[in-house]
């Protein structure tokens, strides 16, 4: 007689989105061997966007749409929010997993800690700053650690976080996917056409701690003929601005909105490198950077700073810079600019290094894997 389907419930604030966080989940339609529930909040804040979570009808597993108890906690929403229904929800499923795409000290893990019961919980952890949080939180983080049986965790740090606050079980790394049926390249990839100036490119929000001041202090200091373009919206906005038209590039720094990711993605198409300098502040240091496998996935090649998980996103599809130095950047775009087969060697790495670790299948993989150790069943 063949063993039942591990029965799994997944819970992500991040699936409000199916073209977003949803799409993971989706390898699991052709595994036999699990049964996959997702719980995502019926709404959802966010950088002051509200979201609608779109319907279910999910491939790969039932989605579950409950709502939420303080919803309009503002940025903490994050780490106070606790769904209706969830117990029932848990009772009915009789779950061997719960797997837990939130941190450690989030009112959602204590929720699912205490109506766990006999399923083994399964933390997926970003965090990868190490610092005391404040009542109550530390104390839940403490507690959610000790009856946790896998981590999955997003970087080293992160794990190091995890670990000095308690931890002490197996840890598996987990990245995030790319969805290569919009993030992919264009059929000349890596054309070794010269061009007569190079794009440089940044997708995100614009904010100070994102170094993008780095980039146009680099451009001032080299000779090669070089243009900016950004995607994204921000405080910071305004005094890139300022500090472009104080160094006499204002005709070479392009700003424009958000797009959707179709937009972004020939956005990025359009670059000849993409730019993520982070700059490593107390209370900031760059979790995974998932503009990197973006920009990967559709050819186009990185230049990171030496900051957080920067530089093992990154690998052999870019390069990398020490963090707030514009003057190494500044020889870095000269010899990027002059050496265009190079730029072609790490695009193509670039999309190896899609192809080995950040596709759906391969996220789908380690999820499996980490829920079947967890079950008693790896």
């Not at 100036?197 to 090669?224: C, F």
């Not at 990398?320 to 990027?336: F, N, Y």
Request: charged residues 20%.
């Amino acid at each position: 007689m063949s063993e039942e389907k591990l029965r799994v419930i997944s819970i992500a604030h991040t699936g409000v989105s199916r073209a977003a966080g949803r799409l993971r989940y989706a390898p699991f339609e052709n595994r036999d061997d699990v049964d996959v529930h997702l719980v995502v909040p019926s709404r959802w804040k966010q950088f002051g966007r509200s979201m609608t979570a779109d319907p279910g009808g999910d491939p790969g597993v039932t989605t579950h749409v409950l709502p939420i108890l303080f919803p309009d906690a503002g940025p903490f929403s994050w780490y106070l929010h606790v769904y209706r229904g969830l117990g029932r929800l848990i009772r009915e499923t009789r779950p061997h997993v719960i797997h837990l795409w939130e941190e450690p000290w989030s009112f959602i893990a204590l929720q699912a800690r205490l109506l766990k019961g006999d399923a083994a919980l399964v933390l997926e952890v970003d965090q990868n700053i190490l610092k005391r949080l404040p009542p109550p939180f530390e104390t839940i983080r403490g507690n959610v650690l000790a009856n946790t049986a896998h981590l999955l965790s997003r970087s080293s740090d992160a794990t190091m976080v995890a670990k000095a606050r308690g931890y002490s079980g197996p840890v598996s790394t987990i990245g995030y996917g790319v969805d290569q049926q919009v993030f992919k390249p264009m059929p000349e990839i890596g054309s070794l056409v010269e061009q007569p100036q190079l794009t440089l490119g940044y997708v995100g929000r614009l904010i100070e701690e994102k170094g993008i001041q780095d980039v146009l202090e680099a451009m001032a200091m080299t000779g090669t003929p070089v243009a900016l373009k950004l995607v994204g919206e921000g405080p910071y906005e305004a005094a890139l601005r300022q500090r472009a038209e104080r160094l006499g590039l204002t005709d070479r720094l392009t700003i424009m909105p958000w797009s959707n990711p179709e937009g972004v993605a020939t956005f990025i198409r359009s670059l000849d490198a993409l730019v993520l300098l982070t700059h490593t502040t107390p209370t900031v240091k760059e979790q995974f950077g998932r503009v990197i496998i973006e920009a990967q996935a559709c050819g186009t090649p990185v230049i990171g700073a030496r900051s957080g998980a920067i530089p093992d996103i990154v690998g052999k599809g870019g390069w990398i810079v020490p963090e707030r130095d514009p003057r190494s950047l500044a020889e870095l775009i000269a010899h990027i600019h002059a050496h265009p087969e190079e730029r072609h060697q790490k695009a193509a790495d670039g999309l190896e290094n899609i192809r080995m670790g950040f596709t759906y299948d391969a996220i789908a993989d380690q999820l499996h894997a980490a829920w079947k150790a967890a079950a008693g069943r790896g």
